[in-house]
């Protein structure tokens, strides 16, 4: 198989798990995280955004972080690509507005104050990043706030997965996992990432490492 194709196979194949196998039970099995780290980059990301902004909650799920952003007053639009999850979150959220576009399929242009992006870009190919975050940058306004987190695995692990991947003939490059259990994942180097930011136009704010994750808030130049 081409890897073009593979790579469709693998995110057709993620959609439909959280659309119709994961999405009846995600809030009960996984709810909102409670990580520390999580919630302190967001706190972060909120203090630099004007009073009443509109946010995009891009890979928005089920809603996990919604709360965290209505509660300070502001307008979120929330997106995400599978359908099923984004009706959990119209369940909970009545009065938000949901939309059913991948990340790479986004169109906005200059019309958030800010915009987050978490527990997602592990899903995006290395193809796909400067693609999503070129995205993500031209939906903010001039100046606006971008907070994504990066997951992290142990470099064995990727190397085993890598190993694994090749024996079956896959198209694999480094930092991929696609093993047949589990939906496709990639971890970028966290060098990789912080050039694709310089590439697509964002300037570092903060960026910190915590529960399993690199996270970056970043601000359109």
Request: hydrophobic share 40%; aromatic share 14%.
């Amino acid at each position: 198989m081409d890897r073009t194709t593979w790579l469709r196979e693998r995110r057709r194949e993620a959609e439909e798990r959280y659309d119709t196998l994961w999405a009846p039970f995600y809030d009960e099995e996984f709810g909102v995280y409670g990580n520390a780290t999580h919630q302190q980059f967001i706190q972060e990301f909120l203090h630099l955004l004007p009073r009443k902004s509109m946010i995009l909650d891009a890979a928005c799920g089920t809603g996990r972080y919604t709360p965290f952003l209505l509660k300070k007053g502001h307008t979120v639009i929330g997106v995400d690509q599978a359908q099923g999850m984004l009706t959990r979150a119209k369940e909970k959220f009545s009065a938000v507005q949901f939309e059913q576009v991948g990340l790479q399929e986004m169109l906005y242009q200059e019309i958030f104050d800010g915009a987050i992006c978490v527990d997602a870009l592990e899903h995006v190919c290395p193809e796909d990043w400067v693609l999503v975050l070129g995205n993500l940058r031209r939906a903010l306004k001039g100046q606006g706030y971008l907070y994504f987190t990066v997951e992290l695995a142990p470099e064995a692990e990727l190397k085993a997965a890598f190993e694994r991947g090749r024996q079956l003939g896959w198209p694999v490059i480094y930092g991929e996992w696609a093993d047949a259990d589990e939906v496709y994942h990639y971890y970028p180097s966290v060098e990789q990432v912080r050039e694709w930011l310089q590439h697509v136009g964002f300037d570092g704010r903060y960026e910190g490492e915590g529960d399993q994750y690199q996270h970056f808030i970043v601000q359109k130049i």
